[in-house]
């Protein structure tokens, strides 16, 4: 496995399989257990701290999965998964938030395949591995 580690998670790239995940996360604490978490699946692992980032993100790696964040400064997660779906139309993205989904899933609006509610568990992350990055 090679790890680059630059001083902000953010930044943080472990590639070990052609399964490419993408974690958006704008809480330090939360990413690194996210981090945590993916590394012990072989994946490429790439993180963002905000919806813009994560939109240059997958727009450049074209990740096969998507953790995002609902609720983050600058751009929200259900604004940059919109924006994701735009030109990643079939990539899986799954929301993480600390709220039901609201007006935008009512709506038929929803940007999101799954979510997951935070707080996030080692089981959760098994679940949308298994179902989604699974061959």
């Keep these: 496995m090679q790890y680059i580690a630059p001083v902000i998670f953010t930044n943080y790239y472990m590639e070990s399989s052609s399964k490419k995940v993408l974690?958006?996360?704008?809480?330090?604490?939360?990413?690194?257990?996210?981090?945590?978490v993916m590394t012990m699946y072989p994946l490429t692992l790439l993180t963002a701290s905000n919806g813009h980032e994560a939109i240059d993100k997958a727009r450049e790696h074209k990740p096969d999965l998507v953790l995002m964040d609902v609720k983050m400064p600058e751009l929200s997660g259900y604004e940059a998964a919109k924006e994701i779906r735009t030109f990643l139309p079939n990539v899986v993205i799954i929301a993480q938030t600390a709220y039901m989904l609201d007006s935008e899933t009512e709506n038929g609006?929803?940007?999101f395949n799954d979510y997951l509610i935070k707080p996030i568990n080692k089981d959760q992350i098994s679940r949308i591995v298994e179902r989604y990055l699974q061959n």
């Design 109 to 111: 609006e929803n940007p």
């Design 23 to 36: 974690v958006v996360e704008d809480n330090e604490y939360n990413m690194l257990y996210l981090v945590e």
